[in-house]
């Protein structure tokens, strides 16, 4: 059974190299001078479609800029929501990839904390009401943007170069 799958793929593997070659065959005898103008058109910045495409200051290859909710209670998505949108025009809190965790305790409410990787900026106790929230994530952005420019301060002034980023804090 399995020899015959084997062999069904085989064959269809060989039919479709077959196919490639015969279609690779009759592009290569369209005009060169139309392919490339086609692919003048494709790396355009800007189109008829749609405005020119806005080169990025930050060319890193590194992914920033990511906020994740790993809140629980309505009180933490109430919270995550607020963080995030203060956040959301703050330069730099927007480049650092932070995590809003959160513990519900049905007696005291929710521990919450704001993380970069496996630093922690910003810890509180909130209560199940949803008007706090907004408070406290106020609070929690100028707190973080604090936390974030001091350890940049501090990655400016102390380099080495036998350690990577991560090491260095």
């Known amino acids: 059974m399995l020899k015959t799958i084997l062999s069904h793929m085989y064959w269809s593997l060989a039919i479709l190299i077959i196919a490639f070659h015969v279609n690779s065959a009759h592009a290569s005898e369209e005009d060169p001078v139309s392919d490339a103008a086609a692919v003048n058109e494709i790396n355009q910045l800007s189109s ?3 405005p020119e495409i806005q080169s990025r200051v930050n060319r890193s290859s590194e992914l920033t ?5 790993r809140t629980i209670t309505m009180a933490g998505k109430t919270f995550y929501r607020a963080f995030s949108q203060q956040a959301m025009d ?4 927007g480049n650092a990839t932070l ?9 005291w409410g929710s521990q919450l904390w704001v993380m970069e990787g496996n ?3 910003f810890r509180t106790q909130l209560s199940p009401r949803i008007s706090e929230a907004d408070r406290v994530a106020g609070e929690a952005v100028q707190i973080v943007e604090e936390a974030l ?3 940049q301060l501090t990655a400016a002034f102390t ?4 350690l990577g980023k991560e090491e260095l804090n």
């Open 48 to 50: 008829p479609d749609g």
């Open 65 to 69: 800029g990511i906020m994740v909710d």
């Open 90 to 93: 703050n330069l730099i809190i």
């Open 99 to 107: 995590t809003i965790q959160e513990r519900p305790d049905a007696r």
């Open 119 to 121: 630093k922690m900026y």
């Open 149 to 151: 420019l001091q350890q």
């Open 159 to 162: 380099s080495d170069k036998d």
